[in-house]
């Protein structure tokens, strides 16, 4: 059976840091992208990043974000510096067996449970 568990989120003020952790059962990622979604209080999920053949960032990123992926642990991680309390959301990973970056939310085919990322100012 396929899962997606996230961690590594938390309460951190403005400019700290976090690495939040996708970890993948029940399949291998080895050719899967792996996306990581945001939604935030009152608003639509979006896309922050994403790792494939190819990777992705949203603009608001700005830098400040790094995707990175060990197959050999069937884990995939976002390093996220500089934080912003806009950046406070529930962070969400995904996976798609289109090995690239650029595929609609509903074309993934599995999805994480979410972590909680909260930015105080």
């Known amino acids: 059976q396929a899962q997606l568990v996230e961690s590594g989120g938390g309460l951190v003020q403005a400019g700290g840091s976090l690495k939040l952790s996708c970890k993948a059962s029940?399949?291998?990622?080895?050719?899967?992208?792996i996306g990581w979604f945001r939604q935030a209080p009152g608003k639509e999920r979006e896309a922050v990043s994403c790792?494939?053949?190819?990777?992705y960032y949203a603009d608001f990123v700005e830098g400040r974000f790094t995707v990175s992926r060990d197959n050999a642990k069937n884990t995939v991680y976002l390093q996220m510096n500089s934080l912003k309390p806009d950046d406070t959301a529930v962070y969400f990973c995904?996976?798609?067996?289109?090995?690239?970056?650029?595929?609609?939310?509903?074309?993934?085919?599995?999805w994480g449970q979410g972590t909680k990322v909260t930015v105080s100012s």
């Open positions: 790792s494939a053949s190819n990777t």
């Open positions: 029940g399949f291998s990622i080895d050719y899967y992208t």
């Open positions: 995904a996976a798609d067996s289109l090995f690239a970056c650029g595929s609609q939310q509903d074309e993934y085919d599995y």
